[in-house]
């Protein structure tokens, strides 16, 4: 009861203040409220507020809180607020056969694929199984759905000619910096925005990279990415403290979707023949790691997964290397 006290609290003041002072309140007000004991008053009132369940806005402080991007509460609250309207009861009501029929009239009248539909009901999942664990339901109704099975598609990376020719289509030094970096330090497309002037060390050839769910992580510099980097940025004639500028005056931040467009506009320029984008070159990092020896942990730190399950999903690609290794070993 005390963490739910402190959840609805922050609902109250949620976009009241500051993201970094609103985990401040959470944090001190735990520990201020372990001294208490908690309990609700009683009350016969209760308050209607549509479809949407009363522990709705908790989840997303809860989540906010733990650091989920914003992307991702973006893609939580359309998938949730469509499940509520559809179903149309109380959350304490809803059934399994409810989400079950839910799904199949989803993917009935949108004609989503399956994968689309499984990502649904993961969400379903995570908000049923977090409303059971603070108390708002008995139990989770979607504990009984098994995972929507799908083929997933096999992830080619660049070969290495490929990235060559990637290479040799740079006409810039921007475009130089950003190509070596993407490949070297195997980072996302947000991190690459984020990042400041200071995020590189080049004593230490060390990026220090903040990314997914608000969380820091070192990557490293080859001798390429190091060279078009210290020229690009030998380049420069302004003060902006972010990695990579726009060209025109005053130079603002390079956001995430110009990064996008100049990735993709190289990609047409080289004649590799298919859509070229940011996160094909973190896989091909991934995997010409994977494939010179580097071990998967080793990866999956570079890359920033938690789960390194994500980690060897990279490393389907490099079976045809185990295939080698057992005939030279397996005799």
């Known amino acids: 009861m005390r963490e739910r006290f402190v959840n609805e609290f922050l609902t109250k003041i949620e976009g009241k203040i500051s993201d970094d002072d609103l985990k401040i309140v959470y944090q001190q007000l735990t520990i201020f409220v372990g001294e208490y004991e908690i309990s609700p008053r009683n009350t016969e009132v209760v308050l209607h507020e549509g479809y949407l369940p009363e522990c709705y806005k908790i ?25 509520f309207y559809q179903v149309n009861k109380p959350f304490e009501e809803i059934t ?33 199984e977090w409303a059971a664990n603070e108390g708002y339901i008995g139990s989770n109704p979607c504990r009984n759905i098994r995972p929507i099975k799908y083929e ?52 230490r050839k060390e990026v220090s990279l903040f990314g997914k769910g608000d969380k820091h992580r070192t990557s490293y510099l080859n001798a390429k990415a190091e060279l078009a980097l210290r020229n690009y940025l030998a380049s420069r004639d302004d003060n902006n403290p972010a990695l990579f500028v726009s060209d025109r005056r005053p130079h603002g931040r390079m956001k995430k979707e110009a990064i996008e467009k100049r990735v993709r506009k190289l990609g047409e320029a080289s004649g590799i023949g298919r859509r070229m984008y940011p996160h094909l ?20 730190q570079i890359l920033g997964h938690v789960n390194i399950g994500t980690t060897m999903i990279y490393a389907e690609v490099c079976k045809e290397n185990v295939k080698n290794s057992h005939r030279k070993c397996i005799v």
């Open 59 to 83: 989840f997303f402080v809860t989540r906010k809180i733990e650091g989920m991007s914003m992307k991702s509460l973006e893609l939580y609250n359309m998938v949730l607020r469509d499940f």
């Open 96 to 128: 399994t056969n409810d989400i079950r029929l839910y799904l199949y009239n989803t993917q009935q009248t949108r004609k989503i694929c399956n994968s689309t539909l499984d990502g649904r009901r993961t969400i379903i999942h995570v908000f049923c």
């Open 152 to 203: 997933r598609p096999k992830r080619k990376p660049l070969t290495g000619i490929e990235l060559e020719m990637v290479r040799n289509a740079c006409k810039t030094l921007k475009d130089k910096a950003i190509i070596e970096m993407f490949y070297s330090t195997g980072c996302r497309v947000t991190e690459l925005e984020r990042l400041n002037i200071e995020d590189v060390d080049f004593i």
């Open 281 to 300: 070159i973190r896989h091909t990092t991934a995997t010409d790691g994977l494939e010179r020896g580097m071990p998967v942990e080793e990866v999956q």
